[in-house]
Antibody, heavy 118, light 111 residues
Framework: EVQLVQSGAEVKKPGESLKISCKGS????????IGWVRQMPGKGLEWMGI????????RYSPSFQGQVTISADKSISTAYLQWSSLKASDTAMYYC???????????WGQGTLVTVSS | QSALTQPASVSGSPGQSITISCTGT?????????VSWYQQHPGKAPKLMIY???NRPSGVSNRFSGSKSGNTASLTISGLQAEDEADYYC???????????FGTGTKVTVL
């Protein structure tokens, strides 16, 4: 069974850094793209970017380029999303997703709620 | 690259059929057969319901079906049930720099 298990909820202050994680299991982690999707409170889904753990090829949506960093450690089947300096507007639920093909998101993690507040 | 356009809300009575539209451009919906649909209940992660325009993953009810005409894709839910009340999002691969785009989302209400 394919599973994406994300790290727990975070409460941070503006300007702080953060790295959240997503551990894949039940499939070959290095053979599928892993992506991140943002959902701000009461809003829709926004695709942020993807990484191919096999060779760390990474692509970003222009809206998120330079705002976040996506990485992966294939030795522990884990992908990451990190911020160097959080803003209040980063408050959202973040989902990691598996792209069954680069063209389709087929599995979702349970989500990590990030709250940024002074 | 803007989000794909969906109606904000659609409603129907139990047993009826409803259709949700998803309008994009020739760079996404119209250019590829890579449209997917997701169902999201409150407080839950989205779930894949349709992929590649009209294919259902294993375990998804055959009451859900997808189609596409030009730059508009559609999701039809037949025999509407109370459990179908949720938010629905379309998505598409896109040739633009963004690579992947979601729709604006549609709230389905079962009357």
């Amino acid at each position: 069974e394919v599973q994406l298990v994300q790290s727990g909820a975070e409460v941070k202050k503006p300007g702080e850094s953060l790295k959240i994680s997503c551990k894949g299991s039940g499939y070959s982690f290095t053979s599928y793209w892993i992506g991140w999707v943002r959902q701000m409170p009461g809003k829709g889904l926004e695709w942020m970017g993807i990484i191919y753990p096999g060779d760390s090829d990474t692509r970003y949506s222009p809206s998120f380029q330079g705002q976040v960093t996506i990485s992966a450690d294939k030795s522990i089947s884990t992908a990451y999303l990190q911020w160097s300096s959080l803003k209040a507007s980063d408050t959202a639920m973040y989902y990691c997703v598996r792209h069954g093909a680069v063209t389709t998101v087929d599995y979702w993690g349970q989500g990590t709620l990030v709250t940024v507040s002074s | 690259q803007s989000a794909l356009t969906q109606p904000a809300s659609v409603s129907g009575s139990p047993g009826q059929s409803i259709t949700i539209s998803c309008t994009g451009t020739s760079s996404d919906v119209g250019g590829y057969n890579y449209v997917s649909w997701y169902q999201q209940h409150p407080g839950k992660a989205p779930k894949l319901m349709i992929y590649d325009v009209s294919n259902r993953p294993s375990g998804v009810s055959n009451r859900f079906s997808g189609s596409k005409s030009g730059n508009t894709a559609s999701l039809t839910i037949s025999g509407l049930q109370a459990e179908d009340e949720a938010d629905y999002y379309c998505s598409s691969y896109t040739s633009s720099s963004i690579l992947y785009v979601f729709g604006t989302g549609t709230k389905v209400t079962v009357l």
